[in-house]
């Protein structure tokens, strides 16, 4: 059974993480770490002035969202393939597009309408109260692609949406660091929603291809320019 000792200690630890975390992220994401910098539990705890704890599950989560890479001693950046990126999110929109496009097909397939409207009742709150611009906020917007392609009944598509969601997630961050691209969101969000409710399948279809293409574009623009400042630091090392 854990103390009260023990639980503010814990408390602490994942404040310092989280701390450095955000940190490194930024950093990560901005290009203002080099390509072939080595990350280490050492290095990250002297920087901060922490405990080795909070710094290894800090650079585990920075692994987990697949912006570093293990190595024999440590963590290196990844560095981003632009043609996979475009290849994903080709194949991430197929698969969308795909649920809208089957409706339109066959009259027999239907959408999950009241699945469809609880999601646009959580998006009409964060339009009240739209949360931070920062990278996190990709979750937040995965859950709004998977809801609405669930509601086309094919859980095949689904499950290969979740697949390709968790390759490009690391990349996809850099869509909500630009201004204004969290309040943007939301509303191409409930556009698409308020058009497959009203049973206009044609214009949630362009509406969805125009939405993931500009995030595609924002997000290509974000990453290369991350690529030539992480490369300028290499070369000027």
Not at 56 to 62: K, P, T, V
């Amino acid at each position: 059974m854990s103390t009260p000792v023990d639980t503010q200690t814990e408390g602490v630890s994942g404040h310092l993480r989280d701390v450095v975390y955000s940190a490194l992220r930024d950093e990560l994401m901005n290009g203002r770490i080099k390509f072939g910098q080595r990350l280490t539990e050492p290095k990250v705890s002297a920087r901060f002035g922490i405990s080795r704890t909070p710094a290894r599950e800090a650079l585990a989560m920075l692994w987990s969202d697949g912006l570093l890479q293990r190595d024999e001693v440590g963590f290196t950046p990844v560095r981003p393939s632009i043609p996979l990126v475009r290849d994903l999110y080709e194949l991430r929109i197929t698969l969308e597009l795909g649920g809208i496009q089957r409706a339109v097909d066959n009259p027999a397939v239907r959408h999950d309408l009241d699945a469809l409207r609880q999601e646009r009742e959580r998006w009409l709150a964060l339009r009240l109260d739209p949360p931070a611009q920062e990278p996190g906020f990709v979750v937040v917007d995965e859950q709004f692609h998977i809801a609405l392609l669930t509601a086309s009944g094919n859980r095949e598509m689904v499950r290969a949406l979740v697949a390709v969601n968790a390759r490009i997630r690391h990349v996809r961050m850099f869509d909500f660091m630009v201004n204004n691209r969290v309040e943007v969101t939301i509303a191409e969000h409930l556009a698409i929603l308020d058009a497959v409710l009203a049973h206009d399948l044609r214009l949630a279809h362009e509406l969805l291809r125009r939405h993931i293409g500009e995030s595609l574009d924002v997000v290509v623009d974000r990453v290369t320019r991350a690529m030539i400042a992480m490369t300028l630091a290499d070369v000027q090392e």
